[in-house]
């Protein structure tokens, strides 16, 4: 992508997050809003100032990972939003959506907006202390939907054929933790799966939604639609953990604050899309099949057992740092190993959010990870 191509881009991207902070009135009481109308060089109040305080290689490290991981998350909610957000321009996915709570679209969009939020905000931060922000443009190469409501335009992600790791259910159910050697089974098995309608002729836009699904393409709509559901809660859990484990790695106060103050809302995300998957695997909705893939969601409930309950969405106390102290309500995992940004990139390819994408974004990608996996905590 040229330069201006990517300055375009950088703008878009400000305008969107001004957007945000415009919706959110209540902001206007802290001064965000107001924080978010200035140019990036007046957020802070000089640029002597705003360096003062430098920050260490793994911080920056640290921070630079965490902005591309929400620049693959503003991406792939993007697409999201555009077709089944609350000004989404596809009714058909939608109101399938909608059969899992009625406020999905609001949802969507509410999330499509923190993401944005947290990638503008982060390079920004990253620019009024002279390091280097994280531009992935030139990876914006993938194709979108054909659906209505998809803007034609190259992505970063792919959500039309998905690998969705769904262990995570069955992990925040069970007393057991990852960060202690505990491995769980898949609550739904989803491989090669859309999580967004592909083309008006596969799904068209005018579908009605019944519930249970009738016909065969009323029936992969509200597939692709709990699809969406499940992956929802895959990408914000993901992101749970990833903030933890940056968080004891972080050296400056700062950033520290930056860390646990956005981690918290991935938290907050994943706990609402935790409900809401859970609605795709119960009455009435529970038994739906693909037609096209055999991706089947069961009745979860029917199997009995805390493991499988669907409105069990508070994480149950499991053990945390070692096997003779008590169960504690946590997210989990914690440790580098299932949760730093090496596990991340290596979740997202397993989910094959980046099928399509060229080796050299691969290597962009791992190398930030592997960087901020490396950064260590340094206390003066």
Known sequence: MTRNGSDQHEQDLEDK????????????????????????????????????????????????????????????????????????????????????????????????????????????????????????????????????????????????????????????????????????????????????????????PGLPAPVPPVGAQETRMQAIANTAGFHFAFIEQGGSSLYSVMSLRASSLEVLRIIVSIGGVETNHFSLWHDKAGNAVAQPLAGVTDPETGVTFPDLNAKGGELNQTNLILPEPSQFLHKNLPDCSIVRPTLDHNGGAVAAIAGFTADRLFEGQSPKFFRTVRKLAREADAAERQVH
């Not at 620049?71 to 939608?94: C, F, H, K, R, T």
């Not at 920004?124 to 054909?146: C, H, I, M, Q």
């Open 17 to 204: 997050w001004r957007s945000v902070v415009g919706r959110r009135s209540f902001l206007k009481g802290v001064g965000v809003a107001g924080a978010a109308a200035l140019p990036g060089s007046a957020l802070f109040a000089s640029e002597a100032t705003a360096r003062s305080a430098a920050l260490t290689k793994g911080d920056v490290a640290i921070l630079r990972f965490l902005a591309a991981a929400e620049l693959i998350e503003s991406d792939l909610w993007e697409q999201y939003n555009e077709l089944g957000g609350v000004n989404g321009g596809n009714p058909a996915y939608m109101a399938a959506l909608s059969n899992l709570d009625g406020d999905m679209p609001q949802y969507i969009a509410d999330n499509t907006d923190d993401e944005i939020s947290h990638a503008a905000f982060l390079n920004a931060y990253l620019r009024s202390k002279g390091a280097s922000p994280v531009n992935l443009d030139e990876f914006r190469t993938l194709p979108s939907s054909k659906a209505t409501g998809a803007r034609q335009k190259g992505r970063l992600t792919n959500l039309q054929s998905l690998n969705v790791d769904t262990s995570w259910y069955v992990r925040y159910r069970s007393t057991q933790n990852p960060d202690l050697g505990a491995s769980f089974p898949q609550a739904v098995e989803i491989h090669r799966e859309p999580a967004i309608p592909l083309s008006d002729t596969d799904t068209p």
